[in-house]
């Protein structure tokens, strides 16, 4: 029997998302990736439905393009960043209303960026320093590791990558590379694992956090998540609904502070509405994956899904 298992294809809390996104009329996939979620959502919504779909990576919207070929007339394709939803959307809709039914944020990176060497996500791949969603884009890990100084890196270890020796790393880099230029992600993974090394009670790489860490500046992921999501607010429909996936603690942290916000909202500001709530929780705590789905799909492991419904502006 063939137990390999094509994590392409394997969308993460599948039904979880269909429960809590109440699918109809107008969809957002703001990260479409190879489209597994938009392929489930083009399913519920019908002929009468739209999706808009986003992503920066050209790669992925070709396949995605070629995957829901036959749900091709009712999806908008948008090649940008989803920290420019808004924008986008309001010139696709041709309307600066509130439009938009359910929107969608899978934080988790496609599968044609962790498997392809050639991008430079993942540590066990041997390929290029480069970790950019959009490959269009200037900022790569490589141009980081040796231009930043050492303060620089050792603010970026630590606070997008929460590791404790970030101050070391980042000396031992700009000692590193006085000899050679960081270019490689094995070179650099082996190098990690000589100056952090792992210990017995350890369950991750020593390399994770530092790759995670680069990963996010080169891509500015959380300034992104944080313009998103206001934006994804502001053009969703009363009664509408958010969910998010998230996968590490810092994204997760995000989510739940700017709902956390509407949730119990001061009685001025931008967010406003006279000290009433502003979104409903649909989930008190997040939903995680299940054990069936983790052994079926590890990737799923650290994920959590937040979801919210917008209220009534009084």
């Known amino acids: 029997m063939n137990t390999t298992i094509d994590l392409q294809h394997v969308s993460v809390l599948k039904e979880e998302v269909d429960k809590f996104l109440d699918l109809s009329d107008l ?19 019908g002929k009468s439905g739209v999706l808009y779909a986003f992503d920066q990576d050209e790669r992925n919207l070709e396949e995605a393009k070629t995957r829901l070929k036959e749900y091709e007339k009712q999806i908008v394709y948008l090649k940008d960043n989803f920290r420019y939803l808004k924008t986008r959307i309001c010139e696709a809709s041709a309307s600066e209303q509130s439009i938009v039914t359910a929107i969608l944020f899978d934080l988790g990176l496609a599968s044609t960026h962790v498997d392809t060497a050639d991008r430079g996500f993942s540590f066990n791949l041997d390929g290029p320093l480069d970790m950019r969603f959009d490959p269009n884009s200037d900022l790569t890990a490589a141009q980081i590791l040796n231009t930043y100084d050492e303060d620089a890196l050792a603010d970026i270890f630590f606070k997008y990558g929460e590791e404790p020796m970030s101050r070391r790393v980042a000396r031992r880099i700009c000692e590193e590379r006085k000899t050679a230029p960081f270019d490689s992600t094995v070179r650099f993974r082996e190098f990690l694992e000589e100056i952090l090394p792992k210990k017995r009670t350890q369950k991750s790489h020593p390399a994770t956090k530092i790759f995670q860490a680069l990963r996010i500046e080169v891509n500015d992921e959380l300034n992104a998540l944080k313009e998103a999501l206001a934006q994804a607010f502001e053009i969703l429909k009363v009664g509408g609904r958010i969910v998010v996936i998230s996968y ?15 949730l119990q909202p001061p009685g001025d500001g931008i967010y406003s509405n006279h000290g009433e709530p502003q979104v409903e929780a649909l989930t008190k705590k997040p939903v995680t994956p299940s ?24």
């Open 27 to 45: 969809v957002v996939d703001a990260t479409l990736g190879l489209g597994g979620h938009s392929l489930d959502i083009l399913k519920k919504i």
């Open 248 to 262: 590490h603690s810092l994204e997760d942290r995000i989510v739940k502070q700017f709902f956390k916000e509407l």
């Open 291 to 314: 054990e069936r789905e983790i052994s079926s799909n590890p990737r799923s492991r650290s994920a959590k899904l937040r979801a919210y419904r917008k209220l009534k502006i009084h």
